[in-house]
């Protein structure tokens, strides 16, 4: 992470190398949720935890797919979600 200033407050910066690029997907749908969460908690906005029956994020499915196509990687071979 790396963070510099800027005139009405700061840029974060998330660098994540994939050692396995079936993880890809899954671990960028997990960052764009916990990002999210972030900028709505920095703005002061309800950040809600909402999840789905499985205990997943709301929304990580749907991200989850958009990087498996963003990234080319066949949802069968692609990595689980982690086990909550």
């Known amino acids: 992470m790396e963070l510099s200033p ?3 407050g700061c840029l974060l910066v998330l660098t994540h190398a ?6 890809a997907a899954r671990d960028a749908a997990g960052w764009h949720v916990c990002l999210q969460w972030l900028a709505r908690m920095l703005d ?11 205990g997943v994020p ?19 071979e692609a990595t689980p979600p982690p086990a909550t």
């Open 58 to 76: 709301r929304g990580w499915r749907e991200l989850n797919r958009s990087y498996e196509q963003r990234f080319g990687i066949d949802p069968a």
């Open 44 to 54: 002061g906005a309800p950040t809600g935890r909402g999840q789905d029956v499985e």
């Open 18 to 23: 994939f050692g396995d690029r079936f993880k």
């Open 6 to 8: 800027r005139e009405d």
